[in-house]
């Protein structure tokens, strides 16, 4: 709910368990009051950080003389006139002054969240009473306008926060940095928490305190990268699991994107955030609008799981989109690990038939299935089916899974193209980068320009054209490399600064055409494994494929630090081979199962090659799994301890009315005189009596709760267990 109280100068944002209150001082200055527990009226102590006289601050405005920005807390943020810290906003104007002055001019209040031209953003239902506040502000000189915008969804404990750029002047203006958010803190002692990793390792978080001068947090790969997802948390320093503050902000960008926080000289802290401004600038031409990408925040005051849970339900049930929304998940089998390039059409319909003999629903054609394509260097761009490999093209294969009684899917990678493939004789001005300089190649390909809509209109053709070939139920989306040149041949000089932001905007016109025509295709998004697992593709692509790594030991980590953000209905996790391909690792089957079960599951190895006794074991794995996807799919989940503090990890799964609830344990190493110990099982309802299977354990659940549920370890390294609670009696 959001409230206007003219008299305290005051506007409230309230949601379930927060307030967020701003102040229009003086009908000029747009100022931070609260962020916080919730809060029935608005904050009315007069509060500013001023310093009374001294030569550090200066005071823009004669009218007021005592204000200085320095003194107060910001919603939003340039410099020129005082305030030192990161700024929100840096520009030039067309005669290349860097000074811009934005004031407050009105604001209004309307109902419903909005759309985001040309960018993905959380929807918002009419029963969530969703509100939007958008504050405009102006810089005279210019007739630059920011609209700062606020969207509340207050049951999901939710604001949506980002910027309207508008010319209103009559000179083009460049921006050089446009953030989404600027919030400021009136203190700084906290924790940051980001999720960080490389290259088959995404997504492990990391918890440092802030300190005094600015850390950043950024990806400049071109796409929001295995490196750095987009999202940062604030916790503080005594904040564990289930208790203390946490806060979190989450960019919904697949591109280029920054947080840099400060810690100031009197102890406040700002966070900006948004797309990084070392790949960007942009022409802004009178009349015309930028906007930039939306920051998803929550905060609460039960630790991380409290923000996980809000970040959790908000992206699959109002970021997530379309009939898959709400579908179960198919277990799958693909071709990747099994295959590779090397392939006939008897392999793949012999894979396909043991699938469909194991119970699994979807087989999945990877790479390696077009003209050209037997190994890395080759054959992107063209999307002719290889038929040597297939005879009868890719129709007649699917007509041969169909009938299995499978779906049907299949891998591409529209956005890249092969070096020597006839798209780029034809087209050579298609891809990033310039002639002159030598363009870079990553795994051997370069990337098509999308920021041009002539290409953005051949891979939609492209795409359905392949999607009807193959009469495909899935696809899975690959991009398999990091930008190097930003630059166009179809961007003016003075525009090359737009190439990161428009690739992303070409990008989303891409996926939304091609998402909205088959609305029945479930798309699963993959860049090098988890490279752009982010909000902005998950608006698209319901689900994402987690890691390249498909150890099950490191996905116990990469799934973990995953669930910080995303549920685990997003988690693309399959069971491979041993020794595993990337690790070359070899644990149990078991162990292996527990751990794709724990996401979507799916297969990745030649299930051909298993003994009667494994395929029987796959056989269960996946009929266990059928009776138990609703809950670990739509339930909510809970973590209850991870690798770093010991050798031991567990998570939960439980179904929203708690009657149905999984425990999932996994052991790294085994040690010597290591007393069995109880672990707690938050996911359960104190005053319902359970039992659980495996063992015939009956128990309250308080007990489970408050005492823990005792776990018996089999001997060995790479162990796992799942228990399973179904409640049996209420009070
Ligand atoms: C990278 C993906 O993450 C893999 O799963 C596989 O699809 C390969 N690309 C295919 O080239």
Redesign the pocket.
């Known amino acids: 709910m959001i409230t206007d109280y003219p008299d305290l100068n005051c506007i409230c944002i309230d949601a379930a368990s927060w307030s967020y209150q701003i102040e229009v001082r003086h009908r000029r200055y747009i100022l931070h009051r609260y962020f916080g527990p919730k809060m029935q009226r608005p904050a009315e102590i007069p509060f500013s950080r001023y310093l009374g006289k001294n030569y550090g601050s200066i005071h823009p405005d004669s009218e007021f003389p005592e204000f200085s920005y320095e003194a107060e807390l910001l919603e939003y943020s340039s410099p020129g006139k005082g305030d030192y810290r990161i700024p929100a906003f840096l520009g030039s104007r067309n005669d290349g002054s860097p000074v811009f002055w934005f004031t407050y001019v009105s604001h209004r209040i309307v109902s419903g969240a909005c759309e985001i031209p040309g960018l993905p953003s959380v929807y918002a239902l009419p029963e969530d009473r969703a509100q939007t506040l958008e504050l405009l502000c102006r810089d005279d000189s210019s007739g630059l306008e920011v609209t700062l915008c606020y969207t509340v969804l207050p049951e999901y404990d939710i604001l949506l926060r980002w910027c309207r750029y508008t010319n209103n002047g009559s000179n083009p203006v460049f921006l050089h940095r446009a953030a989404s958010i600027c919030l400021d803190i009136d203190r700084s002692s906290y924790d940051l928490l980001t999720l960080q990793g490389a290259y088959a390792r995404e997504r492990i978080p990391a918890r440092i305190p802030a300190c005094r001068g600015i850390t950043s947090f950024s990806s400049l790969r071109g796409i929001s990268s295995h490196h750095q997802n987009p999202f940062l948390g604030v916790l503080a320093p005594e904040t564990t699991e289930h208790s203390g503050m946490a806060m979190g902000l989450l960019l919904v960008y697949s591109g280029n994107h920054c947080f840099e926080i400060e810690v100031d000289a009197y102890g406040g802290m700002r966070i900006v955030g948004g797309m990084h401004d070392q790949s960007f600038s942009w022409k802004l031409i009178p009349g015309e609008s930028l906007h930039t990408p939306q920051v998803i925040m929550t905060r609460c005051d039960d630790g991380m799981h409290g923000m996980s849970r809000r970040f959790h339900e908000i992206i699959r049930t109002r970021l997530c989109r379309g009939p898959w929304r709400d579908r179960p998940r198919p277990v799958l089998a693909?071709s990747?690990?099994a295959s590779y390039f090397r392939f006939t059409r008897d392999d793949i319909v012999s894979l396909a038939g043991e699938a469909a003999d194991l119970g699994i629903e979807l087989f999945v054609l990877?790479?390696?299935w077009f003209s050209g394509r037997n190994d890395?260097t080759s054959g992107l761009g063209d999307w002719k089916t290889d038929t040597d490999k297939l005879p009868g093209g890719l129709r007649s294969l699917s007509e041969a899974i169909h009938a299995k009684g499978l779906l049907m899917g299949i891998?591409v990678?529209p956005e890249m193209v092969s070096p020597g493939s006839r798209l780029l004789t034809e087209h050579p001005d298609w891809v990033l980068g310039s002639r002159e300089q030598q363009r870079t190649t990553g795994r051997n390909q370069l990337i098509l320009d999308l920021t041009r809509e002539d290409v953005q209109d051949f891979l939609i053709g492209t795409i359905d054209r392949i999607l009807s070939d193959a009469d495909a139920d899935y696809i899975?989306w690959?991009a398999?490399r990091c930008f190097g040149e930003f630059s166009s041949a179809a961007l003016h000089p003075d525009r090359q600064g737009e190439i990161a932001p428009r690739y992303i905007l070409g990008l989303y016109r891409v996926i939304s055409e091609v998402v909205s025509r088959h609305p029945d295709v479930l798309f699963e998004g993959?860049?090098?494994?988890g490279g752009r697992y982010d909000p902005g593709m998950l608006a698209w692509m319901p689900q994402y494929?987690t890691s390249?790594n498909t150890d099950a030991l490191s996905r116990i980590s990469i799934q973990y630090g995953t669930s910080i953000v995303y549920p685990p209905v997003t988690m693309g996790a399959h069971v491979s081979a041993v020794p595993n391909h990337q690790l070359g690792r070899s644990t149990s089957l078991s162990f292996r199962g527990h751990v794709a079960q724990s996401g979507n599951l799916g297969y990745?190895l030649d299930l051909r090659k298993l003994s009667d006794a494994q395929k029987n074991e796959v056989r269960s794995q996946v009929a266990w799994y059928k009776q138990w996807r609703d809950v670990i799919q739509f339930g909510e989940f809970f973590r209850i301890a991870s690798f770093t503090e010991g050798e031991e990890a567990a998570w939960m799964a439980a179904s929203r009315d708690k009657k149905r609830a999984l425990l999932f344990c996994f052991r790294r190493l085994a040690e010597v005189s290591q007393a069995p110990g109880l672990l707690r099982l938050p996911g359960l309802c104190p005053s319902t009596r359970y039992i659980e299977r495996t063992t015939g354990i009956t128990a309250w659940g308080e007990e489970l709760i408050s005492r823990g549920f005792p776990v018996s370890w089999k001997t060995g390294d790479c162990i796992s267990c799942v228990y399973e609670f179904t409640a049996c009696t209420e009070e």
């Open positions: 693909n990747w690990e990877d790479d390696g890395d891998w990678e899975k690959d398999n993959c860049a090098g494994g494929w390249d990745e």
